[in-house]
């Protein structure tokens, strides 16, 4: 089984700054990661998928990159609604999907 | 647009089932599959398994199998999603979520709204 892990657990922001963001695998997934926000009380929202391709209608301040074991989330200007928990997603070759622990950013 | 609807709330007592139900509209029900995941009160993500709406395969994860069952209604583009031998630790927001299988890039574009399980005696 493929396991995620997702850095840090809290990430605090001022608004308008960049946000990193970390997703490890335990072995290779090649580009099948995902990434998902989810706000408070809301069902999770994709954001990025092939570690890279923006979904329909995400902003480009939305950008995914890294193969293989590790990856990266980057927000590159904090907007208010950005505020939320982000998860990474793996999708394996026995065809079971598995998601990180989520990064919380919050507001500086 | 592509929307997933799913059930109402629902409270259970320790070792009843419960059955969850997705209605998909806005795409061809029998050209994705719908996975399930779960989230307990202030935890994560937890993947369950998904089901081809065209051909009824299944793949659970180790931790349900034998305690899940998903199938789908095609005559109504529903999914359902049934848990037996609820314990409280089942307790939590079961989501449904339309999976898009492509090499490299397979994703769950679509979620529905969430249906929260109690379970409590």
């Known amino acids: 089984e493929i396991v995620m892990t997702q850095s840090p657990a809290t990430l605090s922001v001022s608004p308008g700054e960049r946000a990193t963001l970390s997703c490890r695998a335990s072995?290779?997934?090649?580009?099948?990661l995902a990434w998902y926000q989810q706000r408070p009380g809301q069902a999770p929202r994709l954001l990025i998928y092939g570690a890279s391709t923006r979904a329909t209608g995400i902003p480009a301040r939305f950008s995914g990159s890294g193969s293989g074991t590790e990856f990266t989330l980057t927000i590159s200007s904090l907007q208010s609604e950005d505020f939320a928990v982000y998860y990474c997603?793996?999708?394996?070759?026995?065809?079971?999907?598995?998601f990180g622990p989520g990064t919380k950013v919050d507001i500086k | 647009q592509v929307q997933l609807v799913q059930s109402g709330p629902e409270v259970k007592k320790p070792g009843a089932s419960v059955k969850v139900s997705c209605k998909a509209s806005?795409?061809?029900?029998?050209?994705?599959?719908i996975s399930w995941v779960r989230q307990a009160p202030g935890q994560g993500l937890e993947w369950m398994g998904w089901?081809?709406?065209?051909?009824?395969?299944?793949n659970y994860s180790q931790k349900f199998q034998g305690r899940v069952t998903m199938t789908t209604d095609t005559s109504t583009s529903t999914a359902y999603m049934e848990l037996r031998s609820l314990r409280s630790a089942d307790t939590a927001v079961y989501y449904c979520a339309r999976i898009r299988w492509e090499v490299g890039a397979t994703r769950l574009d679509y979620w529905g709204q969430g249906t929260l399980v109690t379970v409590s005696s």
């Open positions: 072995q290779s997934v090649s580009s099948n």
């Open positions: 997603q793996q999708y394996d070759n026995w065809q079971a999907f598995t």
């Open positions: 089901i081809s709406a065209y051909s009824g395969d299944t």
């Open positions: 806005g795409y061809t029900f029998t050209s994705y599959g």
